[in-house]
């Protein structure tokens, strides 16, 4: 109650809407691999509300991101089975058959009570967090707090290609990176990896605060890049990389999807003892997990992050690492960009 008491109105109470099936066609998995692990069924459980803040929402559209594909062959596996059944509490299956799908556009169905914001029959848009079941299926449920109003000039379709690659974006600069539309005016920012789902909402966002935008991709995607407001291009084929970057101003921001080797040399483009944050989205965390188990992997990849983040403090800047996080109230903000033009 007390989460949309602050950032969202409250409205009037609400009645779930009535339905009397108990199962839906969905596209899951029963086991981990290659495409040949998918199956379509129609007899997927029916979504229940378990919480009060939770809507089960008819879906219009959905889409599917890299990071379903991973899920496919069990990437993060030991996390999220964590995260469905911390205490290992339940006694049934947590994790088959598993629908894959993180974006979600459509039509709620259900509100749980305590859920005032929503009601049956709004159109919403959300990107469903990777611990829960996924959005390809007829219907999905999730947090009131996961959920947004979709923007009113696009489709379900179109609705459908940005929750999750948005809100990815928006963690990186915005939650992680401290950037928004007060303090980004002006401010160098470079963007590794510009062309993909999360370097392309990256630029416009940026962009819209006001910062300069230099944006690294290939030649292919360089004419789109461009046309998304990025003001300089760099195509990362054509000559020594680092080279070409380090002709330019430093940078007061950098966000890093590529990972490997680039931020061996990549933090040294920011402007050093300034407030300067380099940002990436390519950690280990997972992978420590599903390598080391649970304990030792936590383990690991703090030790990894604290080292990384102190020693690069001595050296004048900020190290980050951010993640995906599910959030109504940051989509609510996207979808005021999308309706007036700016994304």
């Not at 609705?159 to 690659?165: I, N, S």
């Not at 050093?272 to 965390?285: I, M, N, Q, R």
Request: charged share 20%; proline share 5%.
């Amino acid at each position: 109650a007390l989460r949309w008491a602050v950032g969202r109105p409250r409205a009037r109470g609400l009645r779930a809407s009535p339905r009397s099936r108990s199962a839906m066609p969905s596209w899951v998995i029963d086991r981990y691999g290659s495409n040949e692990v998918l199956r379509f069924t129609r007899d997927m459980v029916f979504p229940i509300i378990h919480f009060p803040n939770e809507v089960i929402i008819r879906v219009h559209a959905a889409s599917l991101n890299p990071i379903d594909l991973s899920m496919r062959r069990g990437y993060g596996a030991t996390a999220l089975n964590m995260k469905r059944d911390p205490l290992k509490l339940k006694t049934e299956e947590t994790e088959f058959p598993l629908t894959l799908g993180r974006d979600v556009s459509g039509v709620v169905m259900e509100c749980g009570l305590s859920v005032s914001y929503f009601k049956p029959g709004d159109e919403v848009w959300a990107a469903i967090p990777p611990w829960k079941q996924g959005t390809l299926s007829e219907f999905v449920v999730a947090s009131g707090n996961e959920v947004s109003f979709k923007p009113k000039c696009l489709s379900h379709i179109e609705a459908a290609a940005l929750p999750y690659v948005g809100l990815t974006a928006w963690s990186a600069l915005n939650q992680v990176g401290g950037l928004n539309k007060s303090n980004c005016s002006g401010k160098r920012v470079l963007i590794l990896g510009a062309s993909g789902g999360v370097g392309t909402f990256a630029v416009q966002l940026v962009k819209a605060w006001g910062a300069h935008v230099t944006a690294v991709c290939s030649h292919d995607a360089s004419t789109l890049v461009k046309k998304l407001g990025a003001d300089d291009v760099i195509d990362y084929k054509s000559g020594n990389l680092e080279e070409q970057l380090k002709t330019l101003p430093l940078f007061d921001f950098i966000l890093d999807n590529v990972g490997g080797s680039t931020e061996k040399w990549a933090l040294d483009l920011l402007k050093k003892w300034s407030g300067a944050t380099y940002v990436t989205l390519v950690t280990p965390f997972l992978i420590n997990m599903d390598k080391l188990g649970v304990a030792d992997g936590m383990l690991q990849t703090g030790v990894t992050v604290g080292s990384k983040t102190l020693k690069h403090l001595l050296k004048g800047v900020h190290y980050r690492w951010a993640f995906f996080m599910p959030s109504g109230p940051s989509l609510d903000e996207i979808a005021e960009l999308v309706d007036s033009g700016k994304v």
